[in-house]
């Protein structure tokens, strides 16, 4: 059929990605160059100075648009970068609503740099979205949202809380980088824009810092773009690559990865040393039919309770296959401690509020063997 949409791994491998014109090369090269010959005054070929836009950098966001569903993709430096624009949109007066159970990064730009520019924000509960409608006030210009969250992988009805922000004329930001756009398309749910941190799943590699704002309207699109330009937090374009050749793999990755996370999840649910497991994978996840509806995977983030410091801080330092680190979404398995390490920030007394416990272990499956992941994680627990 002539005009059928094309699958996710085919958009992923060619939107963007398509041969170089010039020299059939299949994989679009790098285009390393700061600057660009003007063929006379006032005439280009489309490109005047990388910091604005580069070859490279044009592929990738046309790429990341295509499987978002959105009109553009502005790439950024970092995850952080990128959400830091989207704050840059708006202005002094303005209020955001947020979720209260964020990446600790998040309440960090919030709270301690953009208060001070005059924005107002508050936090609140989004697994219920009338927690959202509630503190929805005459001067919110958006709602922000992870889902699942991090670390305690707590779900929002995205559909829901969409057609709240369609009422009340509030954007609507979804942070996807958990799920990625093959297990989940918050823009087909509703939202207005889509942020990822590139850095996780989608290049897949630990291997190259970055951001994206995937847009539905050209105005979002305009704005973001003149924020390129203007505030420079741009992705190189040797990162954009990077990007670039990680989303051809990224089906098969995300199909691995949620397989191996549903093994894991379950494993760790009958544990006699784990004392509760946040997956949405599992029956008992308390949403774990609005998981079934929103999602098309659960995939391979997990969090775990060992019950104190002491047991986690004994089972982290045994853990062997699994790698003890910061980060999530690379092939590899990447083990972590929210409390000290990606919401340390928040304060023990801002984590207990949202209940995130010193106890908490959060794991990032990776590709490898299941059975080695398993193995590893046996003889680790069993020091606890």
């Known amino acids: 059929m002539p005009n059928q949409q094309p699958g996710f791994a085919t958009r992923a491998i ?8 010039q020299t059939g090369a299949v994989t679009v090269p790098i285009y390393p160059t700061s600057t660009y010959v003007q063929e006379e005054l006032g005439k280009n070929k489309g490109y005047e100075y990388s910091r604005v836009s580069n070859p490279t950098r044009s592929r990738l966001e046309q790429n990341l648009a295509a499987l978002e569903g959105g009109i553009a993709a502005p790439v950024f430096g970092s995850g952080m970068a990128a959400i830091n624009a989207i704050a840059t949109m708006y202005k002094a007066g303005d209020h ?9 990064g998040v309440p960090r730009l919030f709270n301690q740099v953009l208060t001070g520019f005059g924005m107002e924000f508050t936090y609140v509960d989004t697994s219920d979205a009338g927690n959202v409608e509630r ?4 001067n919110t210009r958006m709602v922000y949202v992870e889902t699942p969250t991090n670390p305690l992988m707590s779900l929002s009805d995205i559909k829901a809380i969409s057609q709240i922000c369609r009422r009340k004329k509030v954007e609507l930001v979804v942070d996807n980088t958990f799920m990625s756009p093959y297990f989940q398309q918050p823009i087909a749910l509703g939202a207005d824009m889509v942020v990822h941190s590139t850095t996780k799943f989608l290049n897949g590699h630990s ?3 970055g951001g994206v704002v995937v847009c539905t309207r050209p105005e979002q699109a305009e704005k973001l773009a003149f924020l390129q330009k203007a505030a420079g937090a741009i992705l190189s374009p040797f990162e954009c690559w990077l990007v670039l050749r990680g989303v051809k793999t990224l089906a098969v990755r995300m199909q691995q990865h949620d397989r191996s996370g549903r093994i894991v999840a379950d494993y ?3 544990h006699r040393k784990v004392k509760k497991v946040f997956y949405p994978g599992l029956p008992d996840h308390p949403q774990h039919e609005l998981a ?3 999602m098309s995977g659960f995939g391979s983030m997990i969090t775990f309770e060992t019950g104190s410091v002491s047991n986690a801080n004994k089972m982290l330092k045994k853990v062997r296959v699994c790698s003890l680190g910061e980060s999530l979404g690379g092939v590899e398995t990447l ?13 023990e007394k801002g984590r207990r509020a949202i209940g995130i416990t ?5 794991i990032s499956v990776g590709i490898e063997d299941v059975e080695d992941i398993l193995a590893d994680l046996d003889q680790a627990l069993a020091a606890i």
Do not use: F
């Open 14 to 21: 060619h939107v963007g990605q398509e041969p170089d014109p």
């Open 96 to 104: 955001v609503v947020c979720g209260n159970d964020l990446y600790g």
């Open 135 to 138: 503190a929805i006030r005459k």
């Open 358 to 362: 010193d106890g908490m272990v959060r």
């Open 207 to 209: 291997d190259g810092l």
């Open 335 to 347: 083990i972590s401690h929210p409390a000290t390490m990606t919401h340390a920030a928040l304060g």
């Open 268 to 270: 760790l649910a009958k």
């Open 292 to 294: 079934k509806r929103q």
